[in-house]
């Protein structure tokens, strides 16, 4: 949680902004999850590029950024997809995020992963891992994912993912 003072003097805990990306490489059919590292929690398992926001950048940009340094691709035509506005999110209970998840292309290559990527790997679209792989509630955003490939509906939503 973020601990904010307001402009009446009050006081109160916020919940953090993040940012999540699907990037896809159509032409493999497939999307980008990154393994975590043991330096970080969820550690060891598999979940979609994306972090915190940054005082001063929009959604869009930080969703780049985040893709950028966790897999050293760049991502481009960002589309904002979901946010998941459920404060229950698994194994995020103090800080409750509040991601906002985008849907982007594999751009180029051109740098290394973070210290917090231990691997990228590109997830053909009909194999995902299993949930119990997978960190937080990503498997449920790439579930929903693929029920928007089948079914196209109005993007973004705001839906409280269970």
């Known amino acids: 949680m ?3 003072t307001f402009d009446d003097g009050g006081k109160g ?13 159509r032409e493999q059919s497939a999307f980008l999850l990154v393994r975590r590292s043991a ?4 550690a060891h398992k598999l979940c979609l590029p994306g972090g915190y926001l940054s005082r001063d950048e929009t959604l869009a940009e930080g969703a780049a950024r985040e893709v ?9 035509n ?6 998941n506005d ?5 194994n995020d209970n103090e800080r409750q995020n ?3 998840i985008f ?25 995902i891992p299993d949930e119990a792989e997978i960190a937080f509630d990503h498997y449920k955003v790439i579930q929903e994912y693929l029920e928007y490939r089948k079914q196209p509906f109005h993007i973004p939503i705001v839906k409280a993912l269970r």
């Open 68 to 76: 950028l340094e966790e897999t050293g691709y760049e991502v481009t």
């Open 86 to 90: 459920y404060p229950g999110r698994p």
């Open 13 to 25: 805990l916020l919940r953090h902004i993040t940012t999540d990306v699907i990037v896809l490489n």
């Open 103 to 127: 849907i982007g292309e594999v751009g180029e290559k051109v740098s290394e992963p973070d210290h917090e990527t231990d691997e990228v790997m590109w997830c053909p679209l009909n194999k």
């Open 78 to 83: 960002l589309q904002l997809f979901l946010i």
């Open 2 to 4: 973020i601990s904010c």
């Open 98 to 100: 509040v991601p906002n």
């Open 39 to 42: 330096k970080v929690i969820e």
